[in-house]
């Protein structure tokens, strides 16, 4: 598999891994590569191919995010490891590319790039986030991310966000301050006709049994608070205009698109998971977060959650979002926005740095 370029330049960005937070932070990246370039910071812009195997990737419009240039490399998520590790080898071997970005898992999701790393003739970043110093023992990772050039720190705190080649960022968004909807055309992405009722977005990303759960959250929150909130189910899909249900009145719309971001300033209150997509994004917009953490094998999410956003299970995340209902006033709705996207940041360490 050849790339054709006239940049020069390649970048392969391995973002391997189940969950959304791998893909999101990569298409961040990317699209932030390509725009950065087309604003006149770097000459021309990068040619990049996106490597995944999240199950959403097959219903999200990637490509429509990353623009011309850039290409979507899908691996089934149904591979086993070691069949996932063959098919990263094979095309390492194959690609030609100036850049590798390696996000969260330093040797390769199934350790695949323990051999092949140290003998790579490019620039090699690490997005370097939070790991089970169980897991950073077991595999030497002090001592193998020095193959790396950097380590891209975005957000959060590491194991090994004190050496030397390590750089902090801002948390990596999917969209910057200026491409949020208003809150009108928020709402009315979000199937909202009055701006006098707060709205709840229960989200529902994640493995299908967790989905399922949210649903089952809303279509409670929407039996109890319909007179007096309008209750969002949002969960993955491709367009909000042509996935729009409601069965029934003890049932919550359900808005199937992607990136939710876009249209957080429509929202009063979340609710979802403590993943790294969902808390970061409600941080920056100043939106109330209640936040279940879900057991993974390596995102500590109740980590991630401040105690003011951590719900311990349904039933209290249930009370809070009521509270919070109740609580909620107009005039607090679409505070003043000052975030940054650490992506911008990224993209400038990522082309200072010598392979």
Request: charged fraction near 25%; glycine fraction near 6%.
């Amino acid at each position: 598999m050849e790339l054709a370029s006239s940049s020069g330049r390649r970048w392969l960005v391995y973002a391997l891994g189940g969950g959304m937070g791998h893909l999101n932070r990569a298409v961040a990246l990317s699209r932030a590569a390509v725009r950065d370039s087309g604003q006149g910071k770097f000459m021309l812009p990068p040619e990049i191919v996106l490597l995944t195997n999240s199950p959403f990737a097959e219903t999200l419009p990637i490509s429509d995010e990353l623009g011309e240039g850039c290409r979507v490399l899908k691996l089934s998520s149904t591979l086993s490891r070691d069949k996932t590790a063959a098919e990263v080898t094979k095309l390492i071997q194959n690609e030609r590319f100036d850049t590798l970005v390696v996000d969260t898992f330093p040797r390769g999701l199934g350790g695949e790039l323990a051999t092949i790393l140290p003998e790579l003739d490019c620039r090699k970043i690490l997005v370097h986030r939070d790991l089970n110093p169980k897991y950073c023992a077991q595999y030497k990772l002090q001592e193998f991310v020095q193959h790396y050039d950097r380590l891209l720190v975005p957000g959060e705190a590491a194991p090994l966000d004190d050496l030397t080649h390590a750089v902090r960022t801002d948390p990596w968004l999917i969209r910057d301050q200026h491409e949020l909807l208003n809150a009108t055309d928020a709402r009315q992405m979000l199937r909202v006709e009055s701006d006098a009722l707060p709205v709840v977005a229960v989200i529902g990303c994640g493995r299908t049994n967790e989905i399922e759960q949210m649903r089952s959250l809303a279509i409670k929150l929407t039996t109890e608070f319909a007179s007096i909130a309008n209750i969002r189910f949002a969960t993955l899909g491709q367009r909000a205009d042509d996935k729009t249900c409601q069965n029934s009145q003890s049932d919550s719309i359900t808005l199937r698109f992607w990136p939710f971001f876009q249209a957080i300033r429509g929202v009063s209150i979340i609710v979802g998971g403590g993943g790294y997509n969902s808390v970061h994004e409600a941080r920056a917009a100043k939106t109330k977060l209640i936040g279940l953490s879900w057991p993974r094998l390596y995102d500590r999410q109740q980590r991630r959650l401040h105690e003011s956003e951590r719900a311990v299970d349904f039933q209290q995340a249930f009370q809070q979002v009521a509270a919070a209902i109740k609580s909620h006033s107009k005039a607090s709705l679409n505070p003043p926005l000052r975030f940054r996207n650490g992506v911008h940041q990224a993209i400038k360490i990522i082309n200072a740095a010598e392979a």
